[in-house]
């Protein structure tokens, strides 16, 4: 009778015991799974998402898209978010940035992400400059770590005048930017683009001759016309029969016109011969092109601010000069 009583409570216990067991596993099982979903849940918050600007296929202002990047490092983010931006196909980037004779290069240094672009971004046009520019600072500014932006060319600061607002003017390579450089997020195509009709003027093959070259100059409406029209002046024609007038070198200091006279402010490398241009060739390049403009006159040349001194001693600073077309042998429509 003992034996059986001892029996029935082994039994018993085992009962208990495998219960408690059961119970044990199941909340294993509940507290692991639990795990696995919170585990899955901190993979997807790691996705950081991002609005991504890039040049639409006109070539005249901004689109943008969502994308999320799972990448945590911001020079993993960076690279990413430009491949983006870049819309590669497969046989790599498409649009304006498909002008870029390579990848642009990226680092980050005290929350300013430093972008070096190669040489030929300078012969892009005005319009997809500031795209490519916008496009790159209203997407990187957003990543955790990047406050500014600032480009190079080929390792060298870019110095190319711009206008960021309306109320500032300066040099890229001596700024910060970040999103608010720039005119709306929208960046449509009126926010961005102008389209001027108007001729500039090149030398003849001989350098002592004027050749005119018609067409639509596409431009940030933020930026100075004249501006833009001395900076086409500086980097070339397009036609292989011209020749430039300016040393590919040459800054441009400042541009401004008042009371029917603009006036352009050169660095001292203005004052430098061309030896297959003559001096007069130079002058009513400028000149004339400037005068294409409403509202220009006359044309004053300046030197690091001065009036004083002549250009190749047969032109003085001092004097302001009228459009004069004598020596346009033809002109170009392009």
Excluded at 42 to 57: P, R
Excluded at 98 to 125: G, H, K, Q
């Amino acid at each position: 009778m003992i034996r059986r009583l001892v029996v029935k409570e082994m039994h018993k216990t085992f009962r208990l015991w495998r219960i408690a067991a059961a119970v044990v596993l199941a909340v294993s099982v509940c507290f692991c799974t639990s795990c696995g979903q919170q585990s899955e849940d901190s993979d997807e918050e790691s996705s950081a998402g991002y609005e991504v600007y890039m040049a639409n296929s006109e070539g005249t202002g901004l689109d943008s898209d969502y994308y999320e990047v799972s990448d945590q490092e911001p020079d993993d983010i960076v690279n990413k978010l430009y491949r983006f931006m870049s819309t590669y196909g497969e046989n790599g980037p498409s649009g304006i940035y498909a002008e870029l004779s390579r990848r642009p290069e990226f680092s980050i240094v005290d929350r300013v992400l430093y972008v070096d672009l190669p040489e030929n971004y300078n012969s892009m046009s005005n319009v997809n400059q500031v795209l490519l520019r916008a496009s790159v600072v209203k997407t990187m500014v957003q990543v955790e770590g990047i406050d500014y932006v600032t480009f190079y060319i080929d390792n060298m600061p870019l110095t190319q005048s711009m206008a960021l607002s309306n109320d500032v003017n300066t040099s890229v390579g001596a700024t910060l930017l970040n999103e608010a450089s720039f005119v709306d997020s929208a960046m449509n195509a009126m926010d961005v683009v102008e389209r001027l009709e108007t001729t500039l003027y090149y030398a003849d093959e001989s350098g002592q001759k004027l050749v005119g070259e018609k067409d639509y100059i596409s431009y940030n409406k933020n930026s100075s016309i004249e501006q833009v029209i001395i900076e086409q002046l500086i980097k070339g024609p397009e036609h292989s029969e011209c020749k430039a007038t300016l040393p590919k070198n040459l800054k441009l200091l400042s541009v401004s016109t008042k009371d029917g006279v603009c006036y352009v402010n050169f660095d001292s490398t203005f004052m430098d011969s061309m030896a297959d241009v003559t001096a007069q060739v130079t002058i009513y390049s400028v000149v004339n092109s400037l005068c294409e403009i409403d509202g220009v006159k006359k044309v004053q040349f300046l030197v690091n601010g001065s009036q004083e001194g002549s250009y190749r001693e047969q032109y003085p600073l001092s004097a302001a000069y009228e459009r004069d077309l004598d020596l346009v042998t033809m002109t170009y429509i392009n």
